[in-house]
C-alpha cells in the first residue's frame, strides 16, 4: 500500500506541472530575446534567425553594422508558441499568422511554433468572377519579417514614408530568403498572387493626390506596393529615381509632384509596371562576412517561468478591461502556488495595474525592488503615481523621483526619460535643461514609438522650430494604418501651414486625464 501511495503520489506530481513544461526555453542574442515552446533548438534557431534577418537588412539599406549587444530594452523580444489559431486569437483576429508591436522599452513579436495547413477558399480583391482557388498559407516567418521591417525602417531610417512603400518594402523584406551563408532578397509574395495576377496597376491610384494615408481600402497597397518598390529597387534604367522620390517628399514636395519628378511619364512607368507582373521577378543575393557569426545563450524555464507563461504573453501583447479581469484571476492563483517567484510577481505586478488595482500593485513592485527585476518595479510605480496624479497633481513629483530612479538602473530605458520630462510639463513646470535632454534622448532611442514622437513634436512647436515638428510627425500621418487620427493631425498641419499653429500646438499637449476623441 505505501508503495502504491508512493506512485499515486509521483503521478499527482506529474500531472500538477503545467503542459510541455521541459519544452519551453529562453534564448538571448546580441540583439533579441525569445521564448520557444519548441525546446532549445527552436529557441536557438529563432534567435539566430533574427540576427541574420537583422544584419541582412542592414547590408541592404546601408545602416551600419552593430557588432556588440545592445542594451537590454532595446532588444524585442519574440514569443513562439501554440499553432497560428492561437496567434488570431491573441491579436483578436483570425488568420492573423504573427505580429509585431513596436513599443519604447519593451518591444514584443508573436509567432506560432506550427502553422495551420488548412487551406481557405478566397473570393477576395484580386479574383475574377466565376474563379475559385485556395489562397496560399501566410508564412508566418514572412509575417514576422514583414513586421520586423517596420520596426527597423523607423528605427533606423525614420522619416516621411507614403503607403505604398511602407507596405511594399516591408513585403520584400518578408519574402527575404536567409541561406547557409548569406541572404536572398526579390522573391515575390506568394499570397499577393490574386492581386498581381488580376488587378492592373493603376498610379493615379497609388500617387494619390494626397498620399498620406491608405484611403482607397480594397485597392492592393500591398501586393503593388512591392511591385513597385521591387522594379524601382532592381530595374537598371530606374536606378537612383526610388531614392529621389523619397527625398523630394521628405523635403515637403507633394507626393504626385515628386513621382512626376522623380520617375518622368507615370503613364509608361505603369506600362512597365504592367508587364513586369509576368515577367520574372528581379532580386539580388548577398553572403554575410565570415567573421558574422551569432552567438546564442540559452536556458530551459523553471516551473514556475512555465506556469506564468500564458497571462505573461496575454498581458505583454495588451489586454481589455474584460481580458484584464481573467488574466488578473490567473495570476493570482499562481502566487498563491509560487509565493516567493520572482517572474509570477512581476506577471501579477502588470496584471494588477491593467486591472487597476494601484495599490496592490504598488505593493507587489515594492517588492521587486529588491530583485532583477527593480527596474520594472521604478517604472511600475511611476506609472501607478501618475494614475493618481490625474486627481492630485502632487503625486508627479513621486512619479519624477521613480523614473530618475528607473534612469539610474538603466540610462537607455525611453521610457523613464520621456517620463522624467514629462512629469514638469504636466505640472506646468517649465522643464530644465536636462529634461528637454531627456527627452530628445528618449527619441534617439525609440523614435518608432507615437507617444514619444509626439511628445517630442509639442516640445518642437512650442519652442518654434515648425520645420523639425514637421519632419517627426510626418511618419504619423503617412502610416497606412493611421485612421482617423493620422487624417486628424494632417488636417492640423495644413492649417499650420497657414499660419493657425495652436491647434496643433493644443491637439498634442499632454494631459494627465486622456483626451475625448
Known amino acids: 500500500m505505501r508503495f502504491i501511495a508512493s506512485i499515486f503520489a509521483a503521478l499527482a506530481a506529474v500531472i500538477s506541472l503545467p503542459a ?96 495551420d495547413t488548412k487551406k481557405r477558399r478566397s473570393r477576395g ?163 554575410f562576412s565570415d567573421s558574422f557569426d551569432p552567438q546564442v545563450e540559452l536556458r530551459a524555464l523553471k516551473a514556475d517561468e512555465v506556469a506564468r507563461m500564458k497571462p505573461f504573453i496575454r498581458s505583454v501583447a495588451g489586454v481589455t478591461p474584460k481580458t484584464a479581469k481573467k488574466v488578473l484571476g490567473e495570476t493570482q492563483e499562481l502566487e498563491q502556488r509560487y509565493p516567493d517567484s520572482v517572474a509570477v510577481m512581476r506577471t501579477a505586478l502588470e496584471a494588477e495595474f491593467d486591472a487597476g488595482n494601484y495599490n496592490e500593485a504598488g505593493d507587489i513592485a515594492r517588492k521587486l525592488l529588491d530583485t532583477d527585476q527593480a527596474l520594472d518595479a521604478h517604472l511600475y510605480l511611476a506609472k501607478i503615481a501618475m494614475k493618481y496624479a490625474e486627481e492630485d497633481p502632487n503625486w508627479l513629483t513621486t512619479a519624477r523621483e521613480e523614473f530618475l530612479n528607473a534612469n539610474n538602473i538603466e540610462p537607455h530605458e525611453p521610457n523613464a526619460l520621456a517620463g522624467y520630462y514629462l512629469t514638469y510639463r504636466l505640472s506646468g513646470e517649465e522643464p530644465p535643461e536636462d529634461a528637454l535632454i531627456a527627452l530628445e534622448t528618449a527619441y534617439s532611442y525609440a523614435p518608432f514609438d507615437q507617444n514619444i514622437r509626439i511628445l517630442l513634436a509639442h516640445l518642437l512647436l512650442l519652442e518654434n522650430r515648425d520645420a523639425s515638428a514637421m519632419n517627426v510627425l510626418a511618419p504619423v500621418i503617412y502610416q497606412p494604418h493611421g485612421g482617423k487620427y493620422a487624417e486628424k493631425i494632417r488636417d492640423l498641419i495644413e492649417s499650420t501651414s497657414e499660419g493657425n499653429r495652436q491647434p496643433l500646438i493644443d491637439e498634442l499637449a499632454p494631459s494627465l486625464k486622456p483626451k475625448d476623441d
Open 125 to 287: 480583391i484580386g479574383t475574377r468572377e466565376g474563379y475559385e482557388f485556395y489562397d496560399y498559407q501566410i508564412d508566418p516567418q514572412k509575417v514576422l519579417f514583414h513586421e520586423y521591417s517596420h520596426y527597423f525602417m523607423f528605427q533606423h531610417k525614420p522619416a516621411a514614408y507614403p503607403p505604398w512603400y511602407i507596405e511594399g518594402l516591408a513585403e520584400l523584406f518578408g519574402t527575404m530568403r536567409l541561406t547557409e551563408n548569406g541572404f536572398a532578397v526579390g522573391d515575390p509574395p506568394e499570397h499577393r498572387m490574386a492581386s498581381l495576377a488580376y488587378v492592373d496597376v493603376d498610379l493615379d491610384e497609388i500617387f494619390l493626390k494626397d498620399d498620406r494615408t491608405a484611403r482607397s481600402i480594397r485597392y492592393p497597397y500591398y501586393a503593388h506596393g512591392w511591385l513597385l518598390s521591387s522594379y524601382l529597387t532592381f530595374a537598371p534604367e530606374r536606378a537612383g529615381q526610388l531614392a529621389k522620390f523619397l527625398t523630394s517628399i521628405n523635403q515637403g514636395m507633394k507626393t504626385r509632384e515628386a513621382a512626376e519628378d522623380a520617375f518622368g511619364d507615370l503613364k509608361q512607368l505603369e506600362r512597365e509596371l504592367n508587364k513586369y507582373r509576368n515577367e520574372r521577378a528581379r532580386g539580388m543575393s548577398a553572403e
Open 20 to 115: 510541455a513544461a521541459q519544452d519551453w526555453y529562453y534564448a538571448e542574442s546580441d540583439h533579441f530575446r525569445v521564448y520557444s515552446e519548441g525546446g532549445a533548438e527552436a529557441a536557438r534557431d529563432m534567435a539566430v534567425k533574427l540576427e541574420r534577418l537583422d544584419q541582412a537588412m542592414r547590408l541592404f539599406t546601408g545602416v551600419p553594422l552593430d557588432t556588440g549587444a545592445i542594451s537590454q530594452v532595446a532588444k524585442p523580444t519574440l514569443f513562439q508558441f501554440g499553432e497560428t489559431k492561437d496567434i488570431g486569437e491573441l491579436a483578436g483576429q483570425n488568420g492573423v499568422a504573427g505580429f509585431f508591436i513596436p513599443r519604447a522599452g519593451n518591444s514584443v513579436a508573436f509567432v506560432p511554433l506550427k502553422a
